[in-house]
């Protein structure tokens, strides 16, 4: 893996050669660590700010009201906040949409899912999905998408207890799949749980290619950043191994490619169904400061080649996601206390196909 690795990373001086093959547009800028961004068939934009704010970009433009500002419980402390966001597939009929953030109870830090219903561009919360999942000042998780099936997948991190990550009794360090009401699939790995897969140590992206194969991306502790793909009920490894390292305590699924002794910290991640970028899977990176581009196989079940753009041009990467006229959308996370902001820091960042 280190030999196929460092010929990846001497790539990136092929790239300085290379045409970037989009236009970029800054599209919104001067906000609050815009941490998920999810896109409804108006194409609108919604997205969140870590700092509990949902906000709608509406015919290219931003709309400087709010959905909803969090009210307490919420807390945005550390990495935890308002994190992912995903549109109900029947939004434009039902107005619901999901998030997930944190808060506090009894002096203990948690993390929820819930679901928000909008009224008159007013959002209310109108259910709690699943809720006591275990929170800290690190390693929060926090992406949430709706899958193929039409369940919600959520990324949760193992709260800064390595331990509970190997724990079949805890939601931390997991990939979890309910129901859109909140109720447990009867399909799932474990009978009347939520846990779809276990041994993640901060997972922040989620995405599917176009034969319905699951990634994850998975932050590692000193560099071995992973990206994996998701089986049901196995196990990614952590605390036990991270990268390829092996272990005769449990089985456990080596990662589709990592980052090696380079630290990537990738974030969102996306699979591209047309475009320059098609049939690649990309991903932000916040360390890194730039954007993965990885060539996959036919069935997307090994890596090709990887790219790396816009390296340092944005600072921190946190989202990235494509919308259906091929563009791609990008946050930027340089207000979350780890970058250094300029003054229209954040920004979202539109990059239009050539």
Do not use: C
Not at 82 to 103: C, E, F, K, R, W
Not at 217 to 229: K, L, P, R
């Amino acid at each position: 893996m280190k030999k196929k690795l460092n010929k990846f990373l001497n790539k990136k001086i092929v790239n300085k050669l290379r045409q970037f093959p989009f236009e970029i547009e800054v599209i919104a800028e001067n906000l609050y660590v815009p941490w998920a961004i999810d896109i409804s068939d108006a194409s609108d934009l919604y997205f969140t700010e870590r700092s509990g704010s949902i906000r709608v970009i509406e015919d290219g433009k931003l709309n400087p009201q709010p959905l909803i500002t969090l009210p307490a419980p919420f807390i945005s402390q550390g990495e935890g906040g308002l994190m992912g966001i995903a549109l109900d597939p029947n939004y434009s009929q039902n107005n619901y949409l999901y998030v997930m953030h944190t808060y506090m109870e009894d002096n203990q830090i948690y993390n929820r899912v819930v679901r928000l219903v909008i009224n008159e561009n007013t959002a209310s919360i109108d259910r709690v999905l699943i809720d006591k999942i275990p929170g800290g000042q690190i390693h929060n998780g926090g992406r949430i998408k709706i899958g193929p099936d039409k369940n919600l997948y959520i990324t949760t991190g193992d709260a800064g207890n390595s331990a509970l990550s190997q724990d079949p009794t805890s939601t931390a360090g997991k990939i979890l799949r309910i129901r859109l009401d909140g109720s447990i699939p009867d399909d799932n790995p474990i009978v009347n749980s939520p846990i779809y897969s276990l041994g993640h140590r901060n997972p922040q992206g989620l995405a599917w290619n176009s034969n319905n194969v699951l990634y994850a991306t998975d932050h590692g502790q000193s560099a071995h950043d992973e990206i994996n793909i998701i089986q049901p009920g196995a196990n990614y490894g952590w605390p036990l191994v991270q990268g390829d390292e092996e272990t005769s305590e449990v089985t456990t699924q080596k990662p589709l490619i990592h980052s090696g002794e380079e630290t990537w910290a990738p974030s969102g991640i996306t699979f591209v169904n047309q475009g320059p970028w098609q049939g690649n899977l990309l991903v932000a990176n916040l360390r890194g400061q730039q954007l993965l581009d990885i060539s996959l196989n036919d069935n997307g079940t090994s890596v090709n080649n990887i790219e790396f753009w816009l390296r340092n041009q944005y600072g921190r990467l946190r989202e990235v996601i494509q919308s259906k006229d091929g563009s791609i959308y990008i946050s930027t996370s340089n207000r979350d206390g780890r970058g250094n902001p300029d003054l229209t820091d954040d920004k979202i960042i539109r990059l239009i196909p050539k």
